[in-house]
């Protein structure tokens, strides 16, 4: 017999199916209670619901739909060993239809098929068609059978072709029944007379809220030889099924003229109308098709004490009744908040549950369930939000739950792309990769320092760009870096060896890392070789199962398990056709799709805060329900898009039809229902960018317009926009009409500060440091007038400030950036002087070092480079400045100070400075110390100068530059306290005095300065300046030092 069970409330149909299960007692002692659902998460409440009923629950079988009838056929002998229209397994054998054909056969999937990756494309069309085709079988059975018979049923082009398709799949060897033939032949068999299958006594229908006809076919055949229990939530006590929309409402009056709008439906309850499609159908469906014998209605008013029980009490009653006299104030019940992005939604959804769980001591975070359209948008911030608070994430897929999974679908991409050497070094970053090559975590980050300077770029060898269709040079790939360090390692040589430039940093115990890295991408390389030809699934399964084995160590932990058992059924997913051969790519989209669609509902209801996803079928109960991202065109998701889904035909409509967007409106009516004390709806309603607002998903428009309309609620008044910062000062304001409020301690010291405005910082450096005295070596002297702030924070006080390394990027170099440009110019520059050629072992020795660009275009650039260079060589040549000495012994007496050491760059007339640049305050005042030492120690009148491709300075006797006892006494206060001699910026105030005319030299500095600490030039001064605000001035110190070195310098120097 078909037995109804309604209600508004989940809870009294459960009390419904303890009731059946005490009083009707199986009469056998091992016979197992059978309950039909349709998502792991209602099975693991109902299971602790009857647990805490009974005491104890055990000795039950929980089925989905497809899987309980697939095993009510086989208990009546119509099972079949193998099922060849499951859609895994149809797509499959789509594939193998489309290969085999002729593309005359099927001309309209020619642009589907044409083109590159002709494997890929035709896999991926074979997939889609399996998906609808399986829907067909149990949505259109009908339609099969005709199709069978050769008859169309629509018009639709794509009809044609997708019968012919069928007819083919049916004639191929081996095949089985379809669902829908199948569902069939059972209905037959259990409504013949005289039949007495051998079926349980009963069955339990929990939750559905859309079936299919043929589904109902099959439950109201089963209950001539079972009891079949069917529990259903309703959300109205009356019969809604013939309730219509606005839009119907009005397209019928229009088509019968009817223009005095006196209709019964215009007074239903408008989200019943708007959001119950799936369960008015239903309805229709149940009244039309089954033959219920009893039916048992419980259903039960909330009341009316907030806006949330009144919303559900009207639903009860199928209308909004009379309006209020006076508007409904908002109470909490109802709570919708918008937020700038998901990761505030998680903040302000932190602070909501404090202020739920501090105001009511009876709530338990199990009481709470936060939901989303899918939770996984929101996973990756939930640990670190909520690490304070218990929760657990139910939903998400194999790739984000299963670090393994993830690891080895990096690993298979890796061949689809050019082997980069960060997207490399990311795979053996993982600790179960890095583990199974002997390596330990310490080993990475010297691997990436050997990885950047041996120069691999990407490619694994030249073979492989070649496979690629890329010219097959060795520069810069795995294979070419790998031999340099092993070269090295072997000797200590700097110039090539056997075609090899060596890369000698590798020594002693490192050379373990050095072997598991070699290891890792000899792995790769021999996949690579292998991955090339097409297998079967069988062989395929076999080699991943054997490249996953040597990637990973197995660490007993179920991921390891997981991912070995999804690789071991990839090999059964096209039984009856294991002979046909894939390619890699094909593979590569199989797991690629598994890892989307294989999904666990593990962390639902664990006596946590529970997030989850908004699945149809899952109206739980809880006291408070959250629903997050409800953003407008995220939610609901859109109907089938694909124009050949014949269901998508008006004409073809049945009721019973699934459809995403309907599921998604009838799973946001039923959060209504479920929500016992509060609904938290939360959106990002503000643009991150432009603060401007941003819509809702049109369900949470239409619960709002019912709002205002029937409950005088204005949207401004239930709708909270959150500030983009957590530390915003509304937070914390304790007005009785603000409505944010946050429990954070942090944010509200931070907003505290801000609203008191800022104090004045303290100096980063206060004070002296004592002098040490000694002699002043020149090597000093130079160093600290290169950069006088660094070397107070290095030489003074110990401090070096390490500059972010950008890592290299996953191509080969095509230009120089311009420190690697300043740099190579320089050598170049000092190998032409010193008399060595700049020619192929040169230039072959940088790009093997990865410092020049390979090829054609690097060896023209290197052509005109050394033309460039060798002009200005010219240049330096033509200042006639003699031989140049080895070095020049200094041993002077300063103002009771000595300075010694040794002064290179000095010439038989004076020093020769040069930078193929242009000149900077550091190279100006560097020459000129070259100059008065130089002076100095020879005691005769020098001519030196600096050179420059575009300026020539030179500096003769009749200088009257500051002398070298006024640059020790700013080295020897420089060793003291930060100096205010900032060279640039000194260097621009100086040439603007100079040139005269509008500019100010104090603006100039200052801008010289700003634009420098903007690039990040002077990370030392930034830290000495940093208590300053973005608007700070250059003082009277800086000015006079500016004055009294750099300008002095300027003026004693003869420009050319």
Same mark, same amino acid.
């Given at each position: 017999?078909?037995?109804?069970?309604?209600?508004?409330?989940?809870?009294?149909?459960?009390?419904?199916?303890?009731?059946?299960?005490?009083?009707?007692?199986?009469?056998?002692?091992?016979?197992?209670?059978?309950?039909?659902?349709?998502?792991?998460?209602?099975?693991?409440?109902?299971?602790?619901?009857?647990?805490?009923?009974?005491?104890?629950?055990?000795?039950?079988?929980?089925?989905?739909?497809?899987?309980?009838?697939?095993?009510?056929?086989?208990?009546?002998?119509?099972?079949?060993?193998?099922?060849?229209?499951?859609?895994?397994?149809?797509?499959?054998?789509?594939?193998?239809?489309?290969?085999?054909?002729?593309?005359?056969?099927?001309?309209?999937?020619?642009?589907?098929?044409?083109?590159?990756?002709?494997?890929?494309?035709?896999?991926?069309?074979?997939?889609?068609?399996?998906?609808?085709?399986?829907?067909?079988?149990?949505?259109?059975?009908?339609?099969?059978?005709?199709?069978?018979?050769?008859?169309?049923?629509?018009?639709?082009?794509?009809?044609?072709?997708?019968?012919?398709?069928?007819?083919?799949?049916?004639?191929?060897?081996?095949?089985?029944?379809?669902?829908?033939? @199948?569902?069939?032949?059972?209905?037959? *068999? !259990?409504?013949?007379? /005289?039949? #007495?299958? =051998?079926?349980?006594? +009963? $069955?339990?229908?929990?939750?559905?809220?859309?079936?299919?006809?043929?589904?109902?076919?099959?439950?109201?055949?089963?209950?001539?030889?079972?009891?079949?229990?069917?529990?259903?939530?309703?959300?109205?006590?009356?019969?809604?099924?013939?309730?219509?929309?606005?839009?119907?409402?009005?397209?019928?009056?229009?088509?019968?003229?009817?223009?005095?709008?006196?209709? @019964?439906?215009?007074?239903?309850?408008? *989200? !019943?109308?708007?959001? /119950?499609? #799936?369960? =008015?159908?239903?309805? +229709? $469906?149940?009244?039309?098709?089954?033959?219920?014998?009893?039916?048992?209605?419980?259903?039960?008013?909330?009341?009316?004490?907030?806006?949330?029980?009144?919303?559900?009490?009207?639903?009860?009653?199928?209308?909004?009744?009379?309006?209020?006299?006076?508007?409904?104030?908002?109470?909490?019940?109802?709570?919708?908040?918008?937020?700038?992005?998901?990761?505030?939604? @998680?903040?302000?959804?932190?602070?909501?549950? !404090?202020?739920?769980?501090?105001?009511?001591?009876?709530?338990?975070? +199990?009481?709470?369930?936060?939901?989303?359209?899918?939770?996984?948008?929101?996973?990756?911030?939930?640990?670190?939000?909520?690490?304070?608070?218990?929760?657990?994430?139910?939903?998400?897929?194999?790739?984000?739950?299963?670090?393994?999974?993830?690891?080895?679908?990096?690993?298979?991409?890796?061949?689809?792309?050019?082997?980069?050497?960060?997207?490399?070094?990311?795979? @053996?970053?993982?600790?179960?990769?890095?583990?199974?090559?002997?390596?330990?975590?310490?080993?990475?980050?010297?691997?990436?320092?050997?990885?950047?300077?041996?120069?691999?770029?990407?490619?694994?060898?030249?073979?492989?760009?070649?496979?690629?269709?890329?010219?097959?040079?060795?520069?810069?790939?795995?294979?070419?870096?790998?031999?340099?360090?092993?070269?090295?390692?072997?000797?200590?040589?700097?110039?090539?060896?056997?075609?090899?430039?060596?890369?000698?940093?590798?020594?002693?115990?490192?050379?373990?890392?050095?072997?598991?890295?070699?290891?890792?991408?000899?792995?790769?390389?021999?996949?690579?070789?292998?991955?090339?030809?097409?297998?079967?699934?069988?062989?395929?399964?076999?080699?991943?199962?054997?490249?996953?084995?040597?990637?990973?160590?197995?660490?007993?932990?179920?991921?390891?398990?997981?991912?070995?058992?999804?690789?071991?059924?990839?090999?059964?997913?096209?039984?009856?056709?294991?002979?046909?051969?894939?390619?890699?790519?094909?593979?590569?989209?199989?797991?690629?799709?598994?890892?989307?669609?294989?999904?666990?509902?593990?962390?639902?209801?664990?006596?946590?805060?529970?997030?989850?996803?908004?699945?149809?079928?899952?109206?739980?109960?809880?006291?408070?329900?959250?629903?997050?991202?409800?953003?407008?065109?995220?939610?609901?998701?859109?109907?089938?898009?694909?124009?050949?889904?014949?269901?998508?035909?008006?004409?073809?409509?049945?009721?019973?039809?699934?459809?995403?967007?309907?599921?998604?409106?009838?799973?946001?009516?039923?959060?209504?229902?479920?929500?016992?004390?509060?609904?938290?709806?939360?959106?990002?309603?503000?643009?991150?960018?432009?603060?401007?607002?941003?819509?809702?998903?049109?369900?949470?428009?239409?619960?709002?317009?019912?709002?205002?309309?029937?409950?005088?609620?204005?949207?401004?008044?239930?709708?909270?926009?959150?500030?983009?910062?957590?530390?915003?000062?509304?937070?914390?304001?304790?007005?009785?009409?603000?409505?944010?409020?946050?429990?954070?301690?942090?944010?509200?010291?931070?907003?505290?500060?801000?609203?008191?405005?800022?104090?004045?910082?303290?100096?980063?450096?206060?004070?002296?440091?004592?002098?040490?005295?000694?002699?002043?070596?020149?090597?000093?002297?130079?160093?600290?007038?290169?950069?006088?702030?660094?070397?107070?924070?290095?030489?003074?006080?110990?401090?070096?400030?390490?500059?972010?390394?950008?890592?290299?990027?996953?191509?080969?170099?095509?230009?120089?950036?311009?420190?690697?440009?300043?740099?190579?110019?320089?050598?170049?520059?000092?190998?032409?002087?010193?008399?060595?050629?700049?020619?192929?072992?040169?230039?072959?020795?940088?790009?093997?070092?990865?410092?020049?660009?390979?090829?054609?275009?690097?060896?023209?650039?290197?052509?005109?480079?050394?033309?460039?260079?060798?002009?200005?060589?010219?240049?330096?040549?033509?200042?006639?400045?003699?031989?140049?000495?080895?070095?020049?012994?200094?041993?002077?007496?300063?103002?009771?100070?000595?300075?010694?050491?040794?002064?290179?760059?000095?010439?038989?007339?004076?020093?020769?400075?040069?930078?193929?640049?242009?000149?900077?305050?550091?190279?100006?005042?560097?020459?000129?110390?070259?100059?008065?030492?130089?002076?100095?120690?020879?005691?005769?009148?020098?001519?030196?100068?600096?050179?420059?491709?575009?300026?020539?300075?030179?500096?003769?006797?009749?200088?009257?530059?500051?002398?070298?006892?006024?640059?020790?006494?700013?080295?020897?206060?420089?060793?003291?306290?930060?100096?205010?001699?900032?060279?640039?910026?000194?260097?621009?105030?100086?040439?603007?005095?100079?040139?005269?005319?509008?500019?100010?030299?104090?603006?100039?500095?200052?801008?010289?300065?700003?634009?420098?600490?903007?690039?990040?030039?002077?990370?030392?001064?930034?830290?000495?300046?940093?208590?300053?605000?973005?608007?700070?001035?250059?003082?009277?110190?800086?000015?006079?030092?500016?004055?009294?070195?750099?300008?002095?310098?300027?003026?004693?120097?003869?420009?050319?």
């Amino acid at each position: 017999m078909l037995y109804l069970h309604v209600s508004n409330r989940t809870e009294n149909l459960l009390r419904h199916m303890a009731a059946v299960i005490r009083a009707d007692r199986q009469p056998e002692v091992f016979a197992p209670e059978l309950i039909l659902i349709q998502s792991q998460g209602m099975e693991r409440m109902i299971a602790q619901t009857l647990a805490d009923e009974f005491g104890c629950f055990c000795n039950y079988s929980f089925f989905l739909p497809i899987n309980f009838f697939q095993w009510v056929a086989e208990r009546l002998g119509l099972g079949v060993k193998s099922n060849g229209f499951d859609r895994q397994t149809l797509g499959f054998r789509i594939d193998h239809l489309l290969r085999e054909r002729e593309a005359r056969d099927y001309p309209p999937l020619d642009r589907y098929i044409d083109g590159r990756q002709k494997d890929l494309k035709r896999f991926q069309l074979a997939r889609r068609l399996a998906n609808i085709f399986d829907q067909y079988q149990v949505m259109r059975p009908s339609m099969l059978a005709q199709w069978a018979k050769g008859k169309r049923c629509t018009s639709n082009q794509a009809e044609a072709w997708q019968l012919f398709l069928w007819q083919q799949l049916l004639a191929q060897p081996g095949g089985s029944m379809h669902r829908g033939e @199948l569902f069939q032949a059972m209905i037959e *068999l !259990l409504t013949e007379d /005289g039949s #007495q299958p =051998r079926l349980p006594r +009963r $069955l339990a229908v929990f939750g559905l809220h859309t079936v299919p006809p043929l589904f109902l076919e099959c439950l109201n055949a089963l209950s001539r030889h079972m009891d079949v229990h069917f529990y259903l939530l309703s959300p109205c006590r009356k019969y809604w099924g013939d309730i219509q929309t606005k839009r119907q409402i009005v397209r019928a009056q229009l088509v019968s003229e009817k223009r005095d709008g006196d209709c @019964l439906e215009e007074s239903s309850h408008p *989200l !019943l109308a708007s959001l /119950g499609r #799936q369960g =008015r159908e239903l309805q +229709r $469906l149940m009244l039309e098709m089954a033959d219920f014998a009893l039916e048992f209605a419980s259903y039960e008013d909330p009341g009316r004490e907030t806006l949330l029980h009144r919303v559900q009490s009207d639903l009860l009653e199928g209308s909004v009744g009379e309006r209020p006299l006076s508007p409904c104030r908002p109470d909490g019940s109802l709570h919708v908040v918008s937020c700038h992005s998901r990761l505030r939604e @998680l903040y302000v959804l932190r602070e909501n549950i !404090l202020s739920f769980l501090y105001c009511d001591d009876n709530l338990e975070l +199990r009481d709470i369930v936060v939901m989303a359209p899918d939770i996984q948008e929101y996973a990756p911030f939930i640990p670190a939000i909520f690490e304070n608070i218990q929760h657990s994430i139910a939903d998400r897929s194999t790739r984000r739950r299963n670090s393994l999974f993830s690891a080895f679908l990096s690993f298979l991409q890796l061949f689809s792309g050019r082997f980069g050497w960060s997207e490399v070094f990311d795979l @053996l970053r993982q600790p179960s990769v890095f583990a199974r090559f002997g390596l330990v975590a310490a080993d990475l980050e010297t691997l990436e320092v050997w990885i950047k300077e041996a120069g691999i770029r990407w490619g694994l060898s030249a073979e492989q760009r070649r496979e690629i269709g890329i010219e097959p040079f060795s520069a810069a790939t795995w294979q070419e870096g790998l031999e340099r360090m092993f070269m090295g390692f072997a000797t200590a040589a700097d110039t090539f060896v056997d075609g090899v430039l060596p890369y000698d940093a590798i020594e002693g115990s490192e050379a373990g890392a050095l072997g598991g890295l070699f290891q890792f991408v000899s792995l790769l390389d021999e996949a690579r070789r292998r991955f090339c030809s097409a297998y079967t699934l069988g062989q395929w399964s076999e080699i991943l199962l054997e490249m996953m084995e040597r990637l990973f160590v197995d660490n007993g932990e179920r991921d390891y398990a997981e991912l070995r058992l999804l690789i071991s059924d990839f090999a059964g997913s096209a039984e009856g056709f294991s002979d046909n051969c894939y390619r890699f790519e094909v593979v590569c989209e199989w797991f690629r799709d598994a890892a989307q669609e294989r999904r666990t509902s593990s962390g639902f209801l664990r006596g946590q805060l529970t997030f989850c996803s908004m699945l149809p079928m899952r109206s739980i109960p809880f006291k408070i329900l959250c629903l997050l991202g409800l953003n407008d065109g995220v939610y609901p998701r859109p109907d089938s898009t694909e124009h050949f889904d014949l269901l998508n035909e008006p004409d073809l409509y049945q009721p019973g039809d699934r459809s995403p967007r309907a599921d998604d409106r009838y799973q946001f009516l039923e959060a209504i229902l479920a929500a016992r004390q509060k609904l938290y709806i939360s959106y990002v309603g503000q643009s991150a960018e432009t603060n401007e607002k941003i819509q809702p998903s049109v369900v949470v428009c239409e619960l709002l317009d019912m709002l205002e309309n029937h409950y005088l609620v204005k949207t401004d008044d239930i709708v909270v926009h959150h500030p983009i910062h957590t530390f915003s000062g509304r937070y914390f304001e304790t007005s009785e009409n603000n409505p944010l409020q946050s429990y954070d301690a942090e944010a509200c010291e931070v907003a505290r500060q801000l609203r008191a405005g800022p104090e004045p910082p303290a100096p980063w450096w206060q004070g002296r440091l004592e002098y040490r005295g000694g002699d002043v070596q020149v090597e000093q002297l130079l160093q600290f007038f290169n950069n006088p702030q660094r070397y107070f924070l290095v030489n003074c006080l110990g401090v070096r400030l390490r500059q972010p390394q950008s890592g290299p990027e996953d191509g080969e170099m095509f230009d120089c950036d311009a420190l690697a440009s300043y740099q190579i110019n320089q050598e170049m520059i000092d190998h032409i002087l010193s008399g060595r050629e700049v020619g192929d072992s040169w230039l072959k020795k940088a790009q093997a070092e990865g410092r020049w660009p390979v090829g054609a275009s690097g060896r023209v650039a290197f052509l005109r480079k050394k033309q460039e260079i060798r002009a200005f060589v010219e240049i330096l040549h033509k200042q006639e400045m003699g031989e140049m000495a080895d070095g020049l012994e200094v041993e002077l007496q300063v103002d009771g100070q000595r300075l010694c050491g040794q002064l290179a760059n000095i010439y038989e007339k004076g020093a020769m400075l040069f930078r193929y640049g242009k000149i900077r305050g550091r190279d100006l005042v560097c020459c000129w110390l070259h100059h008065l030492i130089a002076s100095l120690v020879r005691k005769e009148t020098l001519c030196s100068c600096l050179v420059t491709p575009k300026t020539i300075l030179r500096f003769t006797g009749k200088d009257t530059g500051p002398d070298l006892q006024t640059l020790l006494q700013i080295f020897t206060a420089g060793q003291m306290a930060p100096s205010p001699l900032y060279l640039e910026p000194a260097y621009a105030y100086a040439n603007a005095a100079l040139k005269g005319g509008r500019k100010d030299p104090l603006g100039a500095a200052e801008k010289a300065l700003s634009e420098g600490l903007d690039k990040g030039y002077y990370p030392e001064t930034a830290l000495i300046l940093r208590p300053l605000s973005s608007d700070f001035q250059l003082d009277k110190a800086f000015e006079k030092m500016a004055e009294e070195v750099v300008q002095r310098i300027l003026e004693a120097a003869d420009a050319s």
